[in-house]
């Protein structure tokens, strides 16, 4: 069917260029450190005679790593303003910018014999996957059948898997993480944004946003129409038409307006609770114990990159299993089996690495553990977290909700970034027990006061949270389309 086809080729003109963009400039950074900090050092010797100490280099590309946070935080901060003054399908469009500036400043930083112009693409970088990592989710949630709603929004975490991995690939010595060519590696990232500003322009904007944010109900229409083709439309634009209807003459709220709102207190309770373990939780803090585990377990120094391509293989089939399951298994088990196995195996990991020299068959369990780790942060939390936002909030809280997310996202990377090395260093073998300890109240959180959110309309959700935590009212959600009957299609 044309429809459907339509529908996936918006879930991958936004995919490509949105979090894609994240997971792959995440790991093309990690093969050419040594290249990187060797040119940061000859630059410096070239402009003063004198060469770096270690610990300058050390904080140099400390600065150059940080940036792409920082870039991160900048773009969550802005993607709430352009998703309501642009549009989605504009903002992600409009967003390509910042990593064709990017890829210009790293591409010719060898040339220009400036270090300074990969810290500054870093952080355009950053901005770009912030301002995606945002953006995307709301735009393919805003756009799916509500049947489909977990799966089509959960395409984003596949995304910066499959990121992830090509990043792991391209940055392999064969291909462009050589010495020579690690200027092209960073300016790669130029590719998908190309991709993205073909593609996009084809697909339809989502209807929700032209309805209720526009009030423009003639390419409301029009977009359902080649989103869902001849199916029947009344139910889906009559539940449009009474949100529409109950937030009329109310504007986009901003972020600290959210946090003024008791109704919403519990919603953004398990936003701030589930945005900030996505980050907390240690599963990035794996890939960095990856290359040591990996060699311990007697693999040969040189092939060490391509079993760490596994790693993120694993988060791409997890994550891939979570798409196709969420909307049977519901949100809820996904993200409470996810943080309970991921709570299992950190301890797991801890013995492994304190018993890695007693005992001989300890590094095989800890490279065991390693992927275990991944594949249960895959299925459940690496995708749920960036769906419910949507699923939680209505049209006009949900720029805002997702600004808070993805501050919250992009400090905790910053964060756990800057102090995991400290971490490792006082805790050594039981570096994973703060981790630990994120992952258990998590799973208790969720288990005692999440409520399932699995093909429910906003005032059954809210219903939900009401139910659970006797929230006093719930003005903010609004009401069905089987309270609004003078509705007219």
Same mark, same amino acid.
């Given at each position: ?68 946070? =920082? ?79 977990? $799966? ?47 593609? =996009? ?72 609770? !589930? ?89 095989? !369990? ?5 992927? $275990? ?53 006082? !805790? ?30 906003? !005032? ?30």
């Amino acid at each position: 069917q044309l429809q459907s086809k339509i529908l996936i080729l918006t879930i991958c003109a936004a995919g490509i260029g949105g979090t894609f963009q994240y997971g792959y400039n995440i790991s093309i950074i990690n093969a050419p450190t040594s290249y990187i900090q060797t040119f940061m050092n000859k630059t410096w010797l070239e402009r003063t005679g004198v060469p770096l100490e270690s610990r300058d280099v050390l904080l140099l590309w400390s600065v150059t790593v940080s940036a792409y946070p =920082l870039g991160g935080l900048t773009g969550a901060v802005v993607a709430g303003p352009m998703a309501i003054m642009l549009g989605r399908k504009m903002s992600l469009l409009l967003n390509n910018v910042f990593v064709i500036i990017a890829a210009g400043l790293s591409g010719s930083s060898r040339m220009a014999k400036s270090f300074e112009l990969i810290m500054l693409s870093r952080f355009f970088t950053g901005v770009n996957a912030g301002v995606s990592m945002n953006i995307q989710p709301m735009y393919l949630a805003e756009s799916a059948p509500k049947d489909l709603r977990g $799966a089509v929004a959960l395409t984003s975490a596949s995304f910066t898997a499959l990121g992830l991995v090509l990043g792991q690939v391209v940055g392999l010595r064969e291909l462009l993480g050589g010495e020579e060519s690690w200027p092209i590696l960073l300016a790669s990232n130029v590719v998908p944004a190309l991709i993205q500003l073909m593609a =996009l322009p084809w697909v339809p904007e989502s209807p929700r946003y032209l309805l209720i944010d526009r009030g423009d109900k003639e390419s409301c229409i029009s977009a359902l129409q080649k989103l869902r083709g001849n199916s029947d439309l009344s139910a889906e634009l009559e539940e449009m038409l009474a949100e529409q209807a109950a937030v009329k003459g109310q504007r986009p709220k901003n972020p600290w307006e959210l946090f003024q709102n008791p109704s919403l207190r519990w919603q953004l309770a398990g936003l701030v609770v !589930l945005s900030s373990a996505m980050q907390l939780c240690g599963n990035d803090s794996m890939y960095f114990y990856a290359a040591y585990v990996f060699q311990e377990a007697g693999i040969p120094q040189d092939k060490i990159p391509y079993v760490v391509i596994g790693t993120g293989s694993c988060e791409l089939i997890a994550s891939v299993t979570c798409n196709i399951i969420i909307d049977y298994a519901g949100r809820r088990p996904l993200l409470l089996g996810g943080y309970i196995f991921m709570a299992g195996w950190a301890i797991v990991f801890m013995v492994a690495l304190s018993q890695q020299t007693q005992i001989s068959w300890m590094p095989y !369990l800890s490279m065991a553990c390693i992927f $275990a780790y991944i594949l249960s942060f895959g299925i459940g939390p690496a995708g749920v977290t960036g769906v419910l936002p949507t699923e939680v909030f209505d049209q006009m809280s949900r720029p805002a909700a997702y600004m808070i997310c993805g501050s919250l996202l992009w400090f905790n990377l910053f964060l756990v970034g800057t102090a995991f090395p400290f971490i490792v260093k006082s !805790l050594a073998h039981f570096c994973y027990v703060p981790f630990l300890v994120v992952c258990v109240c998590t799973a208790l959180y969720v288990g005692f006061f999440l409520p399932e959110t699995k093909g429910k309309s906003f !005032l059954e959700i809210s219903e939900e949270f009401k139910k659970n935590f006797k929230a006093q009212t719930h003005a903010a959600f609004y009401k069905g389309p089987e309270e609004i009957k003078s509705t007219i299609l």
